[in-house]
């Protein structure tokens, strides 16, 4: 446990065989999930425990004649992504807790500047290098808030290894759908699981691609958004020489500090996501119809939490559970919607408590939401889970 | 000679964007702008083919004036961001303009590298001694003993030399010229543009506004005058005693050869890739 490595594979691995089942780590869906949605451009730098994302795409992109490349640290990666997407790739990088601070500058940039990629957060102990191999959930309002300003943000959490598959290929969608950045949330422990997955035959996946301009490039301006608030982007290289700045910008992307084009700029940047938020809030649930007791969780605490319904059920407590698919935008709908007429909500999570803020301000006197915390780099069990109920019940 | 740099002007120059431009009146980086879109003219290249990126600071407000694709990034970063469009599309010629702070200092790290892989960029790095959109603090080309805004009672550091730097980290071009040998400076531009592989241009240009006036150095036109004075021609900077050389710098061609790029490197290993692949 002392070393902060993992074991490379030495073999190229087998290109998926679509339509089959496999069994794979979390890490390797991802990097699946990925190539099945386009990725077609990766920078990366090392780090415990998403570096096997990085080796996964350090062979697969070559033998796809596709563009990897090791840079010398996170904010390198995530700006080579930057460039890579406005020349129109599908840029990925994947990176940990200490990377994903690094990178916070550059994800403002791709907000503002509204460039689709998807950046991959394996969790792991925080602050600093923290608990690098053990497992936590403390990066979820980081992945909100980390980088300056004001802004959206659009964030995918999986549970289980096929998860993993269907949200990243979520995420490029996402990303490329409504140009912007998003982020691929996952947890050392889901990373690393290994499970069965019945990967979707090439035909049955849908993948979006980034909507192109429609006119020639002298009419083209770049922030000019038809009734949909997502502007067209246009690959650099290609004819239409416009200009890209992290500083907000007035239609034609040149800076602007004019008031009145500086605050429908940030409506535009808001609103794009916001009228949305019914597609892209994901939710899953167990159990909840007659549940007295609600759970509400995300990520690997999601799985224990799923034990403990079954268990608790066994033992005549009526448990269900809402797992977050999304975190950010807020399933505010399906967190209000599970926790009205219940006797209580139990939130459990490895941080201090990131989520059941959330989930007690949109409770709104709904019911009792208690927050459930673990902070030793290992999971919460289900019978952890169970204990608090003597409190609830 | 007027009519060609009018329709240089007129092709090169963006039209829908406003000028006066941000600069103050007599910095050096409109010479620059200038020696840049000639230099582009010149070498014939095709206006969609091109992309200029730069990071911030004043020298990172120059691209936006210049009719091709351009990303005004985040400070320090400009070079990352060039890496991957570069990658992206190999076919394009992407020319990247830093401040000193932007390349030395919050992107020292990212010059370095990218001239160990010879990507096949292109730097224009704007050496003006100090930050000057921020105001004048030092920076790490500063000399030793100058003062700036963070440095009352001067400067504490010895500076970085650019050019040698890159030198070392195994760029394919590097030179130095100033805005004063606006001569020059096309030349070295039209060479580091042309040049495969990672080529350096420092560019010596005066801040008179910050650094000029806190070193009491006069105004812009005695700051060029002191650049004409310190300047020393490459091929001839041998023969300067080095109790001579206090103060003063070569100008010209300080490193020239040729050396795969990432890019051909990285060719080789899709195809070996792809042979491993097909054998199953
Ligand atoms: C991360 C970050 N730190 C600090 C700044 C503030 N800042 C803006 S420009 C600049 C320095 C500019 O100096 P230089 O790169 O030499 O360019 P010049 O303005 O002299 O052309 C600084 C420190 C910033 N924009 N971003
Ligand atoms: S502050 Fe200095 S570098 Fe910036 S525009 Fe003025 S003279 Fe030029």
């Known amino acids: 446990m002392a070393a902060e490595t993992t074991k490379p594979s030495r073999r190229p691995a087998k290109s998926a065989r679509k339509g089959q089942s496999r069994l794979l780590q979390g890490n390797e869906a991802a990097s699946l999930g990925a190539l099945a949605a386009g990725c077609n451009f990766f920078a990366g730098y090392p780090i415990t425990p998403a570096s096997e994302i990085t080796e996964y795409m350090s062979r697969e992109m070559p033998v796809r004649g596709n563009p990897f490349i090791q840079m010398e640290d996170e904010i390198a990666s995530i700006g080579a992504c930057v460039g890579a997407s406005l020349a129109g790739r599908k840029a990925m990088t994947a990176t940990s807790g200490p990377g994903f601070s690094l990178m916070q500058e550059n994800l403002g940039y791709a907000m503002i500047a509204e460039i689709p990629l998807v950046v991959v957060n394996v969790m792991r102990g925080g602050p600093s290098t923290g608990l690098p191999t053990n497992v936590a959930q403390g990066d979820v309002q980081q992945a909100r808030w980390g980088t300056h300003g004001d802004h959206p943000a659009v964030v995918f959490c999986p549970s289980s290894v096929s998860e993993c598959f269907e949200l990243m290929v979520m995420a490029f969608n996402t990303a490329e759908r409504f140009r912007t950045p998003v982020i691929f949330l996952a947890d050392e422990t889901v990373a690393h699981l290994r499970e069965k997955v019945v990967l979707p035959a090439e035909g049955d996946l849908e993948v979006i691609d980034r909507r192109r301009p429609a006119v020639p490039p002298d009419w083209y301006v770049p922030y000019k958004t038809d009734g949909s608030l997502i502007p067209r982007l246009a690959d650099l290289g290609e004819g239409y020489r416009y200009h890209v700045t992290g500083l907000v910008h007035d239609e034609r992307g040149f800076p602007t500090r004019r008031a009145d084009e500086v605050e429908p700029f940030y409506a535009r940047l808001f609103g794009k996501i916001s009228r949305h938020f019914d597609d892209l809030m994901l939710t899953k649930q167990y159990s909840l119809d007659d549940a007295e007791i609600v759970l509400i969780s995300y990520g690997c605490t999601a799985r224990s939490c799923r034990a403990a319904v079954r268990l608790g059920r066994e033992r005549g407590i009526k448990l269900g559970l809402l797992q977050l698919l999304t975190l950010w935008p807020f399933p505010r709908q399906a967190v209000e919607a599970a926790l009205t007429g219940r006797k209580a909500a139990l939130v459990p999570e490895l941080n201090m408590g990131q989520i059941s803020r959330e989930v007690k301000r949109v409770n709104d006197g709904r019911t009792q939401v208690i927050r459930h915390s673990k902070m030793d780099g290992t999971m919460i069990t289900p019978e952890e889970i169970l204990g608090r109920m003597r409190e609830v019940a | ?280």
Not at chain 2, 61 to 85: C, K, M, N, Q
Not at chain 2, 118 to 131: F, G, H, Q
Not at chain 2, 133 to 158: D, I, N, V
Not at chain 2, 248 to 274: K, M, N, S
């Open chain 2, 1 to 280: 000679m007027t009519a060609v740099h009018r329709s240089v002007v007129y092709d090169w120059l963006r039209h829908d964007k406003k000028f006066p431009h941000v600069w103050c009146p007599g910095c050096g980086l409109g010479i620059l702008l200038g020696s840049l879109v000639r230099s582009l003219a010149q070498g014939g290249y095709d206006k969609n083919q091109v992309v200029l990126v730069s990071g911030i600071g004043c020298s990172g407000r120059l691209p936006v004036y210049v009719d091709v694709g351009s990303v005004h990034t985040t400070h320090g970063r400009a070079l990352t961001f060039a890496t991957g469009i570069k990658l992206a599309k190999p076919e394009l010629k992407v020319i990247v303009v830093m401040g000193d702070g932007d390349a030395t200092a919050i992107g020292g790290n990212h010059l370095i590298h990218a001239a160990r892989r010879n990507l096949d960029l292109t730097a224009i790095i704007v050496n003006n001694l100090n930050y000057g959109m921020t105001g004048g603090q030092y920076s790490p080309t500063t000399p030793l003993g100058a003062k700036a805004t963070t440095a009352p009672y001067g400067h504490s550091e010895p500076s970085f030399d650019i050019s040698a730097l890159t030198v070392t980290a195994g760029a394919s071009f590097v030179a130095r010229s100033t805005v004063y040998h606006v001569t020059q400076l096309d030349q070295m531009l039209g060479q580091a543009i042309a040049k495969k592989g990672f080529g350096v241009v420092e560019v010596l240009s005066p801040c008179h506004t910050n650094y000029g006036r806190q070193n009491r150095l006069g105004s812009q036109v005695e700051m060029m005058k002191g650049f004409k004075k310190q300047a020393v021609r490459a091929d001839r900077w041998d023969k300067v005693s080095p109790a001579e050389r206090e103060g003063r710098f070569p100008i010209g061609v300080l490193a020239d050869h040729g050396r795969p790029t990432f890019w051909e490197t990285y060719e080789g290993a899709i195809e070996r890739a792809q042979a491993i692949r097909k054998e199953g």
